[in-house]
């Protein structure tokens, strides 16, 4: 059974990047036909979003958020406010000119860096004409065809940001019409700047940065890290309603000399509990009972602060599993 792959109205979709993927995998003998779906209703992020994502970053000065800058925010405020433009628009040329013009002249009125001219609005036009006659066989309706699914009972994985306070929003509605599962590190992660309680400083933060390969994908740039953050984790789970965890990587946190479990986040203090750590390598095992007990107690705590089971626990690369 192959899988079927679904970028949904929740999304912000760079069609280059997308294309420069679907050709990376094409080109290795991986056939996409069939096998991706994009939402009619994503919306579309443009290159010049990218550029207003830098120039926001640089008015900030000593309070940036430090984005990847690859637009996604700027994309994001034109989903919210109402004037992006979305996949659905590519069919519909006529008027997708006018559109485009309207949010390009709004950043150049907004931000002095910002050179927009009638060449670039021309250059973008006739690059979206390409854009939208290959993208069409990919194009649905992806709400129905995830519901279809769900009423034929079929696997579904869905990914998330576990990031509480926006990105989550977005879905939740969807999350919410059946029951999931979510897939979570044994230890927390973020990008950017901005307030992160658990976060591990220095030489703790780097040994789990370099054992897990905490680094990002698209900028390689090094991802902060922090013992898991229980109180994030119970948010998440209670505002889309996951009824079990998938746990990843407890391999790494578990060859420290002990596993810190963050339980409240209340400001200005903020409370831990550190069990024990195992120190050894659990990758090999395949057995919920073989795994060692500090690794068992490190779970099943989670289990009952957070109160939800644990089906899964991921020890390595693929499928190194073990079935709880």
């Known amino acids: 059974m192959r899988t079927l792959c679904v970028i949904g109205n929740g999304i912000?979709?760079?069609?280059?990047?997308?294309?420069?993927?679907?050709?990376?995998?094409?080109?290795?003998?991986i056939s996409c036909k069939e096998r991706i779906l994009v939402s009619d209703c994503a919306h579309l992020l443009f290159n010049f979003h990218r550029l207003v994502d830098g120039l926001r970053e640089s008015e900030l000065t000593n309070s940036f958020i430090g984005t990847t800058k690859n637009g996604i925010g700027p994309c994001y405020s034109s989903k919210v406010i109402r004037n992006g433009i979305r996949v659905c628009d590519l069919r519909h040329m006529d008027t997708f000119p006018q559109?485009?013009?309207?949010?390009?002249?709004?950043?150049?009125?907004?931000?002095?860096?910002?050179k927009y001219s009638p060449d670039m609005l021309r250059?973008?036009?006739?690059?979206?004409?390409?854009?939208?006659?290959?993208?069409?066989?990919?194009?649905?309706?992806?709400?129905?065809?995830?519901?279809?699914?769900?009423?034929?009972?079929?696997?579904?994985?869905?990914?998330?940001?576990?990031?509480p306070c926006w990105t989550l929003t977005l879905e939740s509605a969807l999350v919410l019409a059946f029951s999931l599962e979510l897939l979570v590190k044994?230890?927390?992660?973020?990008?950017?700047?901005?307030?992160?309680?658990?976060?591990i400083l220095r030489k703790g933060g780097d040994l789990l940065r370099f054992a897990g390969q905490?680094?990002?994908?698209?900028?390689?740039?090094?991802?902060?890290?922090?013992?898991?953050?229980i109180v994030a984790l119970q948010y998440c789970c209670r505002i889309n309603g996951f009824y079990s965890l998938n746990l990843t990587k407890p391999d790494v946190v578990c060859s420290n000399e002990g596993n810190t479990c963050h339980m409240q986040a209340l400001l200005p203090f903020v409370k831990y509990e550190v069990l024990?750590?195992?120190?050894?390598?659990?990758?090999?095992?395949?057995?919920?009972?073989d795994l060692p007990k500090a690794?068992?107690?490190?779970?099943?705590?989670?289990?009952?602060?957070?109160?939800?089971?644990?089906?899964?626990?991921?020890?390595?690369?693929?499928?190194a599993i073990i079935y709880k």
Do not use: M
């Open 12 to 29: 912000v979709v760079h069609l280059p990047g997308l294309f420069e993927e679907i050709d990376g995998l094409e080109s290795n003998g």
């Open 99 to 114: 559109k485009l013009d309207l949010l390009l002249s709004e950043a150049a009125s907004r931000f002095q860096g910002f």
């Open 123 to 163: 250059e973008e036009v006739e690059n979206y004409k390409r854009f939208a006659e290959r993208l069409e066989p990919f194009i649905a309706d992806t709400v129905y065809v995830v519901n279809e699914c769900i009423a034929q009972e079929k696997k579904i994985l869905v990914e998330v940001i576990r990031q």
């Open 186 to 199: 044994a230890y927390t992660t973020r990008v950017g700047s901005g307030t992160f309680p658990t976060e």
């Open 214 to 229: 905490e680094f990002g994908t698209v900028t390689d740039h090094p991802c902060r890290c922090s013992w898991l953050d």
């Open 276 to 289: 024990p750590g195992c120190q050894c390598d659990i990758s090999s095992i395949r057995n919920y009972f």
């Open 295 to 319: 690794a068992r107690q490190y779970v099943e705590r989670i289990e009952e602060l957070v109160g939800i089971p644990i089906h899964y626990i991921g020890v390595g690369r693929h499928d």
